[in-house]
């Protein structure tokens, strides 16, 4: 069950305080099923301006008429977005109430594993939007006829308003000498990494692996396979989403690296572990679209079609272009991401299509159970 966070609106404002602390750390076995991932959200406080804080509970909300001057939103999310969208909800409020005098408009959150929410919503969890990490997990919801087969047309830039890719965190002056993705199948190197078989933090993080060693070893799949083997051995756990993953690294002190999405990694530095860690480029990683899609199955009933859309198309502003940008994610606003070059450096970087297929070419070959990452992370018999 997704755990569903109400942001409460008092006077057209919004604040949101998403206590770090408070997250909860799972770890799984090595080479976890998703069966071994269904309970594995954390919960997110939300206040109000007026500092009344309650704890969200997990919730399923019916389809029920809307109120056309009192719109409320689901956003279903992935893990580490609570960030970037605890600052984007109120800018859109602000701007949704301008345009249309009369009416309000709240929004609620909801974060988890990227696949796991997705699984969420196909099961019956009711959300208006959803703003996911790769784009499988938009397209299982496309199969179940609950999202458009046009979403990606339906806004610019094939539906992804920003982009992140995969980066490396270590502790202060990186004790371990850690460079280049080589590096980390060293041994007596340990790896904190999100669940590939249930999160798109993960996910990214072992086709970055695995692209790198493409890259490095001219396409010798053997070769590439066994150095991957020996990076999935130096990780005891696969935690169980991104932001998880960052709690275990930084508050558990578990691990010499965090390997991580770049905003994620930018935001542990500035915010929960300023002084303590450091971040590392790959010379060679992945680039991780984010892709948005309207739940139509849901919204068309709720008569919340045309704020859904708006609420996505506001992500294109520039407005909204520059928060990702201020909170390390990649705008696709080329200008506003050459006016952040300076937090947002040139990377070497791939897309997982071009080299691996198609999202569920790439999910039936690597992450299916028995794929290759079962394969190269349980340990021979």
Not at 90 to 96: S, T
Request: net charge positive; proline share 4%.
């Amino acid at each position: 069950m997704a755990v569903t966070t109400k942001i409460a609106k008092n006077s057209a404002k919004i604040t949101v305080v998403a206590l770090f602390a408070s997250l909860s750390v799972v770890g799984c076995s090595r080479a976890p099923t998703q069966q071994n991932q269904a309970n594995n959200d954390n919960n997110v406080k939300a206040s109000s301006s007026a500092n009344a804080s309650q704890t969200a509970k997990a919730s399923t909300i019916n389809i029920a008429p809307s109120n056309p001057n009192n719109i409320k939103l689901l956003n279903v999310s992935y893990d580490v977005a609570r960030d970037f969208y605890k600052d984007f909800n109120p800018l859109f409020v602000k701007e949704y109430t301008a345009k249309n005098q009369g009416k309000t408009i709240e929004i609620q959150q909801s974060h988890g594993g990227s696949s796991k929410q997705a699984l969420a919503v196909a099961n019956g969890l009711q959300a208006d939007v959803v703003t996911m990490n790769q784009g499988s997990d938009v397209e299982l919801l496309v199969k179940k006829g609950l999202v458009a087969n046009d979403w990606r047309s339906q806004f610019p830039n094939d539906a992804v308003p920003y982009t992140s890719t995969i980066v490396f965190l270590v502790r202060k002056d990186n004790p371990k000498d850690i460079k280049d993705w080589h590096d980390l199948s060293r041994d007596g190197v340990q790896i904190v990494l999100a669940n590939p078989k249930t999160t798109g933090n993960g996910r990214y993080a072992f086709l970055g692996a695995y692209g790198y060693g493409l890259h490095t070893f001219h396409k010798d799949e053997n070769k590439t396979k066994n150095f991957v083997k020996s990076v999935l051995k130096n990780v005891p756990v696969y935690e169980n989403g991104g932001r998880s993953a960052t709690t275990t690294f930084l508050q558990r002190q578990i691990g010499d690296v965090l390997v991580t999405f770049e905003n994620e990694a930018n935001l542990a530095v500035k915010n929960f572990g300023q002084g303590q860690v450091q971040i590392v480029y790959p010379s060679y990683t992945i680039a991780a679209g984010n892709p948005v899609a309207v739940v139509n199955a849901v919204t068309d009933k709720k008569g919340t079609t045309a704020a859904a859309k708006e609420y996505l198309n506001y992500l294109w502003s520039d407005t909204a272009q520059q928060l990702s940008a201020d909170l390390y994610l990649r705008p696709s606003n080329e200008a506003i991401l050459a006016k952040n070059a300076d937090k947002l450096p040139k990377l070497d970087t791939f897309r997982p299509r071009d080299v691996f297929g198609d999202w569920d070419t790439i999910m039936n070959t690597y992450f299916k159970d028995g794929g290759v990452f079962d394969e190269l992370a349980t340990p021979a018999k």
